[in-house]
């Protein structure tokens, strides 16, 4: 704790939030013992239940046909009484889960609107408490990852979110645009600057940027920085880097592995949800993602909505409880993970997931084995299991899947590919699945297609109707 103390104080708020140092409580709740953790939790979560049960329309009703009375959630055992809320429920409804007033001193702040995997759009209205917490919460995370407040943090994300509508109009494609500030944390603690880069620039233009630039930190889409680091086989990295954020995608072991290596730096990632806000972050010590106890409840559920034993995958379930603008109550996220089991090597005792797994509501779409598929070209790729010569050209991959099940692996490289590597990935394809495989076409491309996506996919298929339109999560 002493030592969470310390990282803490090289961090100072600005001077009009100096009033909510909330840091102490913090630090304190990650080394809470569960039962006080639980205790924390049932009181927080009685208070939303109770403000649910009477201004939130959509609650009011399911609570009075279930015959419950918001009294008997007395805690978090008692939440399984409540039926589980799905992306669909909140799809169209979001009028009906809005609550009609809100607590004192509580007051909207925005409308957070997403696509996802599905297409269907999602709509979920935030307060000002609960868009705060999401730069609380960041800080947290930058504290545990130990990074330094005062360094220069680069950025690349969407156009959209970088600069005015009119220095967009204003500049060309590869303008830097500076900040004063972090972004999110900086609304809240004094740091160091910023300086934004659209990530739709090639990546060739990336490494030139972050080549002049020099950054501290880098903060990019998981993908990205695994381009990033392809492009960075040729020469060193900025030797200023200290660490490395990625957003949106799924790092998958492979990549934090392939990332690490190239720039020898470590790569970070936080699990967060448009609908939610953070959800979890991973420490240093040891790589587990600790769930942010005062932001959410967590509940990792099997098939039959049990909670998983020690050890089994499940879906995650989650309980947002710094929103009353919307109160979403035991909200099913569509992604799988496993809780930790034992203490943690950081001695932090919030409950965290050893891992997040792939999103199963794509899964769902999709026919099966076309997981296998794509773990076999993520091991096709994989630092231990390729020669280096081999992957030396490679500067982006992605599999798509067609609607008659044939794939094709798309190859942006820097020089024609070998046929040594054509058998080298044709190997792990025919392992894939105990069945005959399905076709596989190797193309090696200029540049490949980010479609309507604003964020760039590993794998794509017809069977997945529209792309991925949840914008790069903030961080
Ligand atoms: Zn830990």
């Not at 309980?319 to 919307?326: G, H, K, Q, S, Y």
């Not at 495989?437 to 996506?453: D, F, K, N, S, Y």
Request: glycine letters at 6%; aromatic letters at 10%.
């Amino acid at each position: 704790m002493e030592t969470e103390q310390t990282a803490q104080s090289r961090w100072q708020l600005r001077a009009d939030w100096s009033q909510m140092d909330w840091s102490g409580e913090l630090i304190r709740n990650e080394f809470l013992s569960p039962a006080d953790q639980c205790a924390w939790q049932a009181e927080v979560l009685g208070d939303l239940i109770a403000f649910a049960s009477t201004h939130v329309p959509w609650y009011r009703t399911q609570f009075h046909k279930l015959g419950i009375d918001s009294k008997d959630i007395g805690g978090v055992e008692d939440l399984a009484r409540l039926p589980i809320l799905t992306r669909e429920d909140l799809q169209g409804n979001s009028e009906q889960l809005r609550a009609e007033v809100l607590p004192d001193g509580h007051r909207i702040d925005r409308k957070v609107a997403t696509s996802g995997s599905t297409g269907q759009p999602v709509e979920v209205w935030h307060s000002e408490h609960s868009n705060m917490m999401v730069g609380i919460m960041t800080q947290r995370e930058l504290r545990w990852q130990r990074f330094d407040p005062s360094g220069t943090l680069a950025m690349t994300r969407g156009l959209h979110e970088l600069g005015t509508v009119h220095e967009r109009q204003k500049y060309p494609l590869d303008h830097s645009y500076h900040y004063p500030r972090w972004f999110n944390v900086g609304n809240h603690f004094d740091t160091g600057p910023s300086v934004g880069f659209a990530d739709t620039n090639s990546i060739d233009k990336q490494v030139a940027w972050l080549d002049e630039l020099a950054p501290d930190y880098l903060t990019t889409q998981a993908t990205l920085l695994e381009q990033l680091a392809f492009a960075y086989q040729d020469h060193a990295p900025p030797a200023s880097l200290r660490a490395l954020r990625a957003s949106a995608q799924q790092l998958t072991p492979q990549m934090q592995e392939r990332i690490e290596s190239i720039f020898g730096v470590p790569v970070y990632q936080s699990y967060s949800l448009n609908e939610v806000g953070h959800v979890a972050a991973q420490c240093r010590e040891g790589g587990r993602f600790h769930i942010h106890l005062e932001n959410c409840l967590v509940e990792v559920l099997n098939a039959d909505d049990k909670p998983c034993e020690p050890g089994e995958i499940g879906r995650i379930i989650v309980t947002p409880l710094a929103n009353a603008a919307m109160p979403l109550i035991r909200y099913d996220t569509g992604d799988l993970a496993e809780l930790a089991v034992g203490p943690c090597l950081c001695g932090r005792t919030l409950p965290a997931f050893t891992a997040i797994h792939g999103r199963y509501r794509r899964l769902a779409l999709q026919p099966k084995d076309s997981w296998a598929y794509l773990i076999a070209i993520q091991r096709a790729f994989s630092l231990r299991l390729i020669a280096a010569d081999l992957l030396a050209p490679i500067r982006q991959y992605q599999l798509h899947q067609y609607r008659n099940q044939s794939y094709e692996l798309r190859i942006r490289a820097s020089h024609p590919l070998s046929s040594a590597f054509h058998r080298h990935v044709r190997k792990f394809w025919e392992e894939a699945t105990e069945e005959p495989t399905h076709p596989l076409a190797i193309v090696q491309m200029e540049e490949i297609p980010w479609g309507r996506a604003l964020k760039f996919e590993y794998f794509t298929s017809d069977f997945v109707p529209p792309p991925d339109n949840d914008p790069p999560t903030r961080s």
